[in-house]
């Protein structure tokens, strides 16, 4: 039997966090980020070895990651540090990583104008990824339709996705599929997203030896 081809779409700093949060919270997220490549490559060893008989494996075509932007005005180091890991990463044609600016709330003075420190710069409140899921939900529609994909596997916590997985089975070309992070010592804490039909689809779970085989190893500056 023939190869599926296998496109994986990553809700990037979801995957990330919640994998930091349940293998290796002791440590700085940003030390041990994921990498894309070894993280799609250890996902398609597991769920093939998870096969019955008979079945198809399936192997990487793309990977697709989707993940929020610092602003190299308010966040210059990590906008650095961010854009070196986008041209790290995507040096395997197979991956592509496409960033959405983060939304920064400013302080404001009582003018209503945003307040500077005293070296001029504007004062961060807060900052918040948006748009990722709408992105991630449009590449799981689009790559499902496309005539050179066989399987899907959407790599995400977030249940805001789950209406996508929906309406990608609708189209009944592609298979689609999910991703999870599994400890089985922390089962309560170990989420996965399902269709909201009654249906049920395949989902590999990773454990803590695949996380850290994921780890990328690069120290950036």
Same mark, same amino acid.
């Given at each position: 039997?023939?190869?599926?081809?296998?496109?994986?779409v990553v809700d990037y700093q979801n995957i990330h966090l919640t994998g930091h949060e349940l293998f290796n919270p002791g440590q700085p997220a940003h030390l041990d980020l994921v990498h894309p490549l070894h993280f799609a490559n250890q996902l398609l060893k597991v769920r093939n070895e998870k096969q019955q008989p008979g079945m198809a494996?399936?192997?990487?075509? %793309?990977? $697709?990651? *989707?993940?929020? =932007?610092?602003? &190299?005005?308010?966040? +210059?180091?990590?906008? !650095?540090?961010?854009?070196?890991?986008?041209?790290?990463?995507?040096?395997?044609?197979?991956?592509?990583?496409?960033? %959405?600016? $983060?939304? *920064?709330?400013? =302080?404001?003075? &009582?003018?209503?104008? +945003?307040?500077?420190? !005293?070296?001029?710069?504007?004062?961060?409140?807060?900052?918040?990824?948006?748009?990722?899921?709408?992105?991630?939900?449009?590449?799981?529609?689009?790559?499902?339709?496309?005539?050179?994909?066989?399987?899907?596997?959407?790599?995400?916590?977030?249940?805001?996705?789950?209406?996508?997985?929906?309406?990608?089975?609708?189209?009944?070309?592609?298979?689609?599929?999910?991703?999870?992070?599994?400890?089985?010592?922390?089962?309560?804490?170990?989420?996965?997203?399902?269709?909201?039909?009654?249906?049920?689809?395949?989902?590999?779970?990773?454990?803590?030896?695949?996380?850290?085989?994921?780890?990328?190893?690069?120290?950036?500056?």
């Open positions: 039997m023939s190869e599926l081809q296998a496109v994986i494996h399936a192997s990487l075509q %793309r990977v $697709l990651v *989707y993940r929020g =932007e610092p602003s &190299a005005e308010h966040d +210059p180091k990590p906008y !650095a540090r961010n854009q070196s890991q986008k041209s790290e990463w995507m040096r395997d044609p197979r991956v592509d990583v496409v960033l %959405r600016p $983060l939304r *920064y709330e400013l =302080e404001r003075d &009582a003018t209503g104008r +945003p307040a500077t420190d !005293a070296l001029g710069r504007k004062i961060v409140k807060g900052k918040v990824e948006k748009g990722v899921d709408v992105l991630c939900a449009l590449a799981v529609m689009r790559e499902a339709r496309k005539d050179d994909v066989n399987v899907v596997i959407l790599a995400s916590h977030d249940t805001d996705l789950e209406p996508a997985l929906d309406e990608a089975l609708e189209l009944g070309a592609a298979k689609i599929e999910t991703f999870s992070w599994y400890d089985p010592a922390q089962r309560r804490r170990c989420r996965q997203i399902r269709p909201r039909r009654g249906r049920t689809i395949w989902n590999t779970r990773l454990g803590e030896s695949e996380f850290r085989n994921c780890t990328d190893l690069t120290r950036y500056a």
